[in-house]
T-cell receptor, first 115, second 107 residues
Framework: AAGVIQSPRHLIKEKRETATLKCYPI?????VYWYQQGPGQDPQFLIS???????DKGSIPDRFSAQQFSDYHSELNMSSLELGDSALYFC??????????????FGPGTRLTVL | GQSLEQPSEVTAVEGAIVQINCTYQ??????LSWYQQHDGGAPTFLSY????GLEETGRFSSFLSRSDSYGYLLLQELQMKDSASYFC????????FGKGTRLHILP
């Protein structure tokens, strides 16, 4: 079965640079979520999109933005990167229309390292 | 404020049963979920409770008491591969994860 795809899997950036992370949800899933997970930490919800519209917003810094495109893939744009942005970034998708929005399927994550 | 509390670590013996508790305090509530995460891996959905009671899925069961704002994950017939972190998560207007419980399994 198709799973959530994230790219790149690893990314190394310098401070103050920008980064773009991509997420391709499971086909026919209508909701995409972005999470940030630091070492030994729980996943922190950043933002979500339902049917290409922003649905919920969590602890996403103003330096970050995200969008979902017509083909349902989503991108997380991160600017003015800081050392503290080094983390695993997960994308997850779910099918809210099925009533199972709490069953989220996570991608493998993008490990971002800021030097 | 919104918070979820779960033990940081639990240790059990292979073949035994272990229970991981989760208490929550949120402004809204649309159900309690449980996820498993192995080191370096992605969280994997285990179970979801919207209503009071026990949900069973193979060796794993999850329980919810909304009046007590409490739930637990029960793992039976523990196997070494169950060594992982387990997160409870609550959805009100946002999705909130607990800090995770690291399960150590001894042979």
């Amino acid at each position: 079965a198709a799973g959530v795809i994230q790219s790149p899997r690893h990314l190394i950036k310098e401070k103050r640079e920008t980064a773009t992370l991509k997420c391709y949800p499971i086909p026919r899933h209508d909701t995409v979520y972005w999470y940030q997970q630091g070492p030994g930490q729980d996943p922190q919800f950043l933002i979500s999109f339902y049917e290409k519209m922003q649905s919920d917003k969590g602890s996403i810094p103003d330096r970050f933005s995200a969008q979902q495109f017509s083909d349902y893939h989503s991108e997380l744009n991160m600017s003015s990167l800081e050392l503290g942005d080094s983390a695993l970034y997960f994308c997850a998708s779910s099918l809210v229309a099925s009533g199972r929005s709490n069953e989220q399927f996570f991608g493998p994550g993008t490990r971002l390292t800021v030097l | 404020g919104q918070s979820l509390e779960q033990p940081s670590e639990v240790t059990a013996v292979e073949g035994a049963i272990v229970q991981i508790n989760c208490t929550y305090q949120t402004s809204g509530f649309y159900g309690l979920s449980w996820y498993q995460q192995h080191d370096g891996g992605a969280p994997t959905f285990l179970s979801y409770n919207a209503l009071d009671g026990l949900e069973e899925t193979g060796r794993f069961s999850s329980f919810l008491s909304r009046s007590d704002s409490y739930g637990y994950l029960l793992l039976q017939e523990l196997q070494m591969k169950d060594s992982a972190s387990y997160f409870c998560a609550v959805r009100d207007d946002k999705i909130i994860f607990g800090k995770g419980t690291r399960l150590h399994i001894l042979p």
